[in-house]
């Protein structure tokens, strides 16, 4: 398993940004991809969650209404569209790949994880 993301960069508050995560190595169709992030000095949250197979998205509470999660099969690359960013949302996004949408970093492979991608909001 092998996964690249990227997309990140400096934007102001309220802005938008679009991560990619491209997989490759191993069929996307069985897999979940996930996104993290992790701010300076905490720990790595939970953000996201897409189905290869059939496209479901799941969110956690503070993106919810702001980032949309979707997946170009074709290309085996996953989108996250970051609206209405927040300073608080200033992180290193990491996308992870298992069988179900594990919302602890626990849960997956140490191989199966990208590189991660800054994202800075401020003015």
């Known amino acids: 398993v092998q996964l690249q993301a990227s997309g990140g960069g400096l934007v102001q508050p309220g802005g938008s940004l679009r991560l990619s995560c491209v997989g490759s190595?191993?069929?996307?169709?069985?897999?979940?991809i996930s996104w993290f992030r992790q701010a300076p000095g905490k720990g790595r949250e939970w953000v996201s969650c897409?189905?290869?197979?059939?496209?479901?998205?799941y969110y956690t509470e503070s993106v919810k209404g702001r980032f949309t999660n979707s997946r170009d099969s074709a290309k085996a690359t996953v989108y996250l569209q970051m609206d209405s960013l927040k300073p608080e949302d200033t992180a290193v996004y990491y996308c992870?790949?298992?069988?179900?949408?594990?919302?602890?970093?626990?849960?997956?492979?140490?191989?199966?994880w990208g590189q991660g991608t800054q994202v800075t909001v401020s003015s």
């Open positions: 190595g191993f069929n996307v169709d069985y897999y979940v």
């Open positions: 897409i189905r290869f197979d059939n496209g479901n998205t």
């Open positions: 992870a790949a298992e069988r179900a949408c594990y919302r602890d970093v626990e849960s997956f492979d140490r191989d199966h």
